[in-house]
């Protein structure tokens, strides 16, 4: 199945389920595939293997995180707070 360049991954809805939602699907799906830094080793190799399931291909190590990005916002408040109290 071809892909178009305005709805990339989204192609395979087709015409269904209008633009609005099958662009919000692309932005969803680009985070979510993206390979992001490891916290443990530093390279960029961090995948999702599952939902909230992300693993760095390098050094094997697995941690739970958001749905589609393994550091959510909420995250980040918490960790804020904690490094404000020490």
């Known amino acids: 199945m071809g892909r178009t360049k305005k709805v ?3 192609a395979r809805f087709g015409p269904r389920y209008g633009l609005r939602v099958r662009r919000t699907i692309i932005k969803i799906e680009e985070k979510q595939r993206k390979k992001y830094q490891c916290k443990k080793c530093g390279k ?3 995948k999702r293997i599952g939902t909230g399931i992300w693993q760095c291909r390098s050094c094997g190590y697995t941690f739970a995180g958001g749905t589609y990005i393994p550091e959510t916002p909420a995250l980040k408040i918490v960790e804020r707070a ?3 109290r020490r």
């Open 82 to 84: 904690v490094t404000k």
């Open 44 to 46: 960029v190799a961090v």
């Open 8 to 10: 990339k991954m989204a």
